[in-house]
C-alpha cells in the first residue's frame, strides 16, 4: 500500500489519528492511551501487517516527550511513523513489547535514557547505564554532566 | 656401541664396586628420580616449542623466533617468567587442595614415567604388569582435576572439573579397551615384552584391521583423556576462560601445564610402545638382512621418534579441529567408541585363538 | 513468555560471562543462569562501551558527525559513514556523481567481506579451532591494505562525505582489487574444507540457535540472522539505495533458522559481495568524486530515516532537524541492538557451549550494540 491507502486504512481503524504532513512515510499522531489497541490491529490487520518494528525512539521537545515508532511490513513492504505526544510530567505509555518483542530492549533503552514509564512491561530495569544510577536521563535536553561531557 | 642400557651397566656397575649393594641401590634410585624431574622439564620444555612451532606452521606464521637461535630458548623464557611470578591463592579457595591439586597433577605424570621403555633393555622399572599400572595411576590424574576445580571456588572452575570428571571416566573405557587387545595379541602385561613380542613386526602390521581399528581408538580415546582439542572441553577457552585451572598463576599454573604436555607424551609413548612396536625397529618378518640394516639405527631413536610423531599427530588435531560440545562428546564414547571397542577386542580375541595374525 | 521471564529459584547456577570473557569479543556482560550445563536464561547487562554517541551528535555539524559513527560497528564503519552521508544527501537534496556512487559501493563490499571475515575467524576461535582465525585474516590483511591506500585508515575509515568521498582511489585501486579477487577465489575453498566441510563444526551448528522466522521478525532480527530464517529483508534489495538497484546481485536465503544457516548465509553474501565488485571494478566513471556542497550544511526542519544493509544487518539514522547545522535529535537503529535481544530466546534449553555458536552467528559487535 503506498502513503494514501495506509493514510485511509488507519482513518478506518482510528478515526481520532492525525496525519503529520511531509517525510517519507506516513506520520501518524495518535494519543498515548489509544497506543496499545492500535498497534494490536496494526499488527493483526491482515491489510496492514506491520510485524516488522524497526526503530522505537523518544523526542525530548523540552515542552513534552514524543515516542516515536517506526513499523514496517515484511510482507507488503510499506512502512509508517506512529507518535505518541507524552506528558513530561508523568510520562506513561503501555509497553507493546507482547507484540513486537524487540520492544523490550528498546524500550528499556528509553525508560532509562528519557524516563518515559512504559505500563505493564515485564522487565523494566536499567539496561545501559550502570546499576544504582539515579534520577537523571541522560538524552532529556536539560541533563548536564560537566565532567564527562565535552562540547565543542 | 654407545646405547642407554650400555650408560646404565657402567654406571650400576661402577656404583657396585664402589660402594656396598644397599647405599648402591640407593643412589641408582636418587640418580633415576633426578631422570625423571630432569627429563619431566625437559619434556615440558621441548613440546611446549614444538606444540608453538608446529601451530604457526599450520597457521601460516613463524611462532617464537626472537629468544634464542630460531626462538628455540622461548619456552625456557616462559618458565623463567613463571617461576618469578606470584603463585596466588584466592582467598575463598580450600587452600589446602588448592595447593595440592598441582603437585598431584605432577607426580601422576612423573609416576607414569616408570614402567615405559626408553630403548632396548632401557627401563625404570620393569614390572610385569605394567600396562595395567599405566592404566591404573592415570585415572587418577581426574583427582588432580576435580581438586583444582572444586577447591577453586570459582563456578566455571566447577563447571570445567565436572567435565573433565565425566570426560575421562569414560573414555578411559575405550583407552583399555584398545589397550586390552595388544594385550591379548601378546599374552603379557609387561611392556618390554610386548615390544619384545614386535621382533617380526609392529602390532598395527600384523594384526590386521582390528588392530588399526583399536588404534584409532587409542588415539581418540587419549587425546580425551589427556584433555587436548578437539576434547579441551575442561579447559575450554571460549566457554569457561579456563576452565579448571582458571584461578592459578604462576608455578602452580605451570605444573598443570607441564603435567598436560608430559601427559602427552606418556600416552603417545604407550601408544607407540602397544601399536608400533616401541623401541623395536621397523622389522618385517624374517627378512634377516633388512632387519639387520634396521637395527642400527638406535633403539632410543626409534622409540623417540614414533613417539613424537605421534605427538605430531594430536597437535595436528589440536590445531585443526573445532571443540565438540559436552553431550556430543559422551555420545560419542558411549554410543560409538565404546561398542565398537567391545566389538573389535572380541576380533581381536578371535584372531589371536586362532593364530591369524602374522 | 512473560511468566517465564521470572524463573530463577534458589539452587541455580548463576554464572557472568563477560565483561570480560574470551567469548564475547567485547565488553559484553551476560548473566547466565544454568541447570547442571544447561541454560535456563540469558540476561544481557549492556552499557560498558557506552559513549552515548547519540548525545554526542546533537552538538556535532553534519560534517562532524560522520566520524563518530565509525566508532560504533567499527567493522563496517564504511557502510555507517555511508547512511550518515546519504541521510545528509537526502535532507539537502545533493546530487552525488556517479564516480563517487560507484566508489561508494565498491568500499561497501569490501568493507562486508572484512567484516564477513573477521566473523568467521572469530566464530571458528570460538568453537576451540584456532587456525581459521589466521586463515581469515590472511585474506582481510589484503583488503585493509587496499582501504590503507585510498582512505589512509585500515579501521575506521571516514572516507565518506556528504556529497562523495573524501579523496579520489589510488592508482593502485583496481589493481590490488583485481588481486584480491583472485586470492579469494583461490582461498575460499580452503574455508569449506577447514570449517564448513567438517563434521564436528557441523555437528555444533546444526539445530542450534533455532530461531523461527516470525519470532525473529518480532525481535526485529536483520541481515544474516533474519535471513537465516528464510526472511528477505536485505535492504540493498527491497529499499535499494545508491546503486544497487542497477547491480546484479542476489539476495542469500537460507531456511532453517539455525546457526548454521545464519553461518551459510554469510558465506554465501561474501560471493555474493564478490560478484558486485567484479561488475563495478571495471566500469568506474570518470568525473568527480564529490559533489559541490555548501560549506556549512543544514538540514530542512523535518524528520528523516536512512537506512542500509551492513554486515551485521539494518542500520538506521534516524534525524530530527529544527533546521540548524547539528541535529536536534538523532537515533541509531544498531543491527546487533535487536538481534542481541533475540539471544535469550533462541538460548534457553540449549547447553552452554552452545552460547558460543549463537553469539558467533549473531556476530556482535559490542560498540555498536553500546552505541
Known amino acids: ?152 | 656401541m654407545w646405547s642407554f642400557s650400555n650408560i646404565a651397566d657402567i654406571i650400576h656397575e661402577w656404583l657396585n664396586k664402589t660402594f656396598n649393594a644397599t647405599l648402591a641401590t640407593l643412589f641408582e634410585m636418587v640418580i633415576a628420580g633426578v631422570c625423571v624431574i630432569g627429563l619431566f622439564a625437559v619434556l615440558g620444555l621441548i613440546l611446549v616449542i614444538m606444540e608453538r612451532k608446529v601451530a604457526a606452521w599450520i597457521q601460516i606464521r613463524l611462532g617464537p623466533n626472537r629468544v634464542g637461535p630460531k626462538g628455540m630458548m622461548q619456552s625456557m623464557a616462559d618458565t623463567l617468567k613463571l617461576l618469578v611470578k606470584e603463585a596466588m591463592t584466592p582467598d575463598g579457595a580450600d587452600k589446602f587442595l588448592f595447593n595440592l591439586a598441582p603437585y598431584i597433577a605432577m607426580m601422576v605424570a612423573m609416576l607414569l614415567m616408570a614402567p615405559i621403555a626408553f630403548a632396548s633393555n632401557f627401563m625404570m622399572w620393569n614390572l610385569n604388569i605394567g600396562v595395567l599400572y599405566v592404566s591404573a595411576i592415570s585415572s587418577v590424574s581426574v583427582i588432580s582435576i576435580l581438586m583444582a576445580g572444586w577447591a577453586s571456588n570459582n563456578k566455571y572452575s566447577l563447571l570445567g572439573a565436572m567435565r573433565s570428571g565425566a570426560q575421562i571416566v569414560s573414555y578411559e573405557l575405550s583407552a583399555g579397551l584398545a589397550i586390552l587387545s595388544i594385550v591379548v595379541l601378546s599374552g603379557t602385561l609387561n611392556l618390554n615384552e610386548i615390544v619384545l613380542s614386535q621382533a617380526d613386526g609392529w602390532w598395527i602390521f600384523k594384526g590386521h584391521i582390528p588392530v588399526i581399528i583399536s588404534f584409532i581408538i587409542f588415539i581418540i580415546a587419549v587425546t580425551a583423556e589427556t584433555n587436548r582439542a578437539p576434547f579441551d572441553l575442561a579447559e575450554a577457552e571460549s566457554e569457561l576462560t579456563a576452565g579448571f585451572h582458571t584461578e592459578y598463576s604462576g608455578m602452580k599454573f605451570a605444573l598443570f601445564f607441564l603435567a598436560e604436555y608430559v601427559n602427552v607424551f606418556i600416552v603417545c609413548a604407550i601408544g607407540a610402545t602397544l601399536f608400533l612396536g616401541g623401541w623395536m625397529p621397523f622389522h618385517i618378518g624374517h627378512w634377516e638382512g633388512f632387519n639387520h640394516i634396521m637395527d642400527f639405527i638406535p633403539s632410543s631413536l626409534w622409540f623417540f621418534g614414533k613417539t613424537f610423531f605421534l605427538i605430531f599427530l594430536i597437535m595436528w588435531f589440536r590445531w585443526t579441529f573445532p571443540r565438540l560440545r559436552i553431550d556430543q562428546l559422551l555420545n560419542l564414547e558411549w554410543k560409538y567408541l565404546l561398542p565398537i571397542g567391545m566389538f573389535n577386542l572380541l576380533l581381536v580375541t578371535a584372531i589371536a585363538i586362532l593364530g591369524w595374525y602374522f | 513468555m512473560v511468566e517465564e521471564l521470572g524463573t530463577n529459584t534458589e539452587g541455580d547456577l548463576i554464572i557472568n560471562v563477560g565483561p570480560q570473557h574470551p567469548a564475547t569479543h567485547g565488553v559484553l556482560h551476560l548473566v547466565i543462569t544454568l541447570n547442571g550445563e544447561t541454560i535456563k536464561k540469558v540476561e544481557p547487562h549492556l552499557g560498558y562501551i557506552h559513549r552515548s554517541i547519540e548525545k554526542m551528535c546533537e552538538s556535532l555539524t553534519y560534517r562532524q558527525y560522520i566520524y563518530v559513527t565509525s566508532r560504533m560497528d567499527y567493522l563496517s564503519s564504511h557502510i555507517n559513514n555511508h547512511a550518515c552521508a546519504l541521510i545528509v544527501e537526502k535532507g539537502m537534496q545533493i546530487e552525488v556523481p556517479p564516480r563517487a556512487q560507484v566508489i561508494r559501493v565498491l568500499m561497501d563490499e569490501l568493507t562486508r567481506i572484512a567484516s564477513h571475515e573477521l566473523w568467521w575467524g572469530s566464530m571458528a576461535m570460538d568453537l576451540g579451532a584456532f587456525t581459521p582465525f589466521f586463515h581469515a585474516f590472511r585474506e582481510r590483511e589484503a583488503i585493509n591494505e587496499i582501504m590503507e591506500e585510498t582512505c589512509g585508515a585500515r579501521l575506521t575509515m571516514n572516507y565518506m562525505v556528504p556529497g562523495g568521498v573524501l579523496d579520489d582511489l589510488h592508482p593502485d585501486f583496481q589493481r590490488k582489487v583485481k588481486e584480491f579477487i583472485s586470492l579469494y577465489k583461490r582461498k575460499i575453498s580452503e574455508y569449506d574444507e577447514i570449517v564448513t566441510g567438517n563434521i564436528i563444526f557441523q555437528n555444533r551448528m546444526k539445530g542450534v540457535g533455532v530461531i523461527s522466522a516470525a519470532d525473529a521478525i518480532s525481535f526485529g532480527c536483520s541481515g544474516p540472522a533474519l535471513r537465516g530464517s528464510g526472511v528477505s529483508c536485505d535492504i540493498r534489495k527491497i529499499y535499494p539505495y545508491e546503486i544497487y538497484d542497477k547491480i546484479e546481485f542476489d539476495e542469500v536465503l537460507e531456511t532453517a533458522g539455525d546457526s548454521f544457516a545464519r553461518y551459510m548465509v554469510r558465506i554465501r553474501e561474501m560471493n555474493q559481495s564478490i560478484r558486485i565488485i567484479e561488475q563495478l571494478i571495471d566500469n568506474i566513471p570518470e568525473g568527480d568524486f564529490q559533489a559541490k556542497t555548501k560549506a556549512v550544511l543544514k538540514l530542512p526542519k523535518g524528520e528523516f530515516y536512512q537506512r542500509v544493509e551492513t554486515a551485521r544487518g539494518e542500520f538506521g539514522i534516524f534525524i530530527v532537524s529544527e533546521g540548524g547545522t547539528n541535529p536536534y535529535r538523532i537515533k541509531f537503529r544498531s543491527p546487533g541492538f535487536s538481534n542481541l535481544s533475540a539471544l535469550d530466546h533462541m538460548a534457553r534449553g540449549s547447553k552452554i557451549g552452545d552460547l558460543v555458536a549463537m553469539m558467533g552467528t549473531l556476530d556482535l559487535v559490542i560498540p555498536d550494540i553500546d552505541r
Request: aromatic share 12%; charged share 25%.
Open chain 1, 1 to 152: 500500500m503506498d502513503n494514501e491507502e495506509l493514510k485511509l486504512a488507519i482513518t478506518a481503524l482510528l478515526p481520532t489519528a492525525n496525519f503529520e504532513e511531509g517525510g517519507e512515510w506516513l506520520n501518524i499522531l495518535i494519543e498515548p492511551t489509544d497506543w496499545l489497541p492500535f498497534a494490536q490491529q496494526l499488527r493483526n490487520e491482515y491489510a496492514l501487517h506491520f510485524d516488522y518494528m524497526f526503530c522505537l525512539t523518544c523526542i525530548d521537545w523540552k515542552t513534552h516527550l514524543t515516542m516515536v515508532y517506526h513499523l514496517s511490513s515484511t510482507k507488503y513492504r510499506h512502512n509508517i511513523v506512529v507518535k505518541a505526544k507524552l506528558d513530561k510530567a508523568k510520562p506513561d505509555i503501555e509497553t507493546v513489547c507482547h507484540i513486537w518483542r524487540t520492544a523490550e530492549f528498546h524500550e528499556r533503552e528509553v525508560y532509562e535514557m528519557f524516563g518515559v514509564n512504559f505500563l505493564h512491561h515485564p522487565d523494566l530495569r536499567l539496561l545501559i547505564l550502570p546499576d544504582g544510577w539515579e534520577g537523571r536521563n541522560p538524552l532529556l535536553k536539560d541533563f548536564d554532566d560537566p565532567v564527562n561531557m565535552i562540547k565543542l
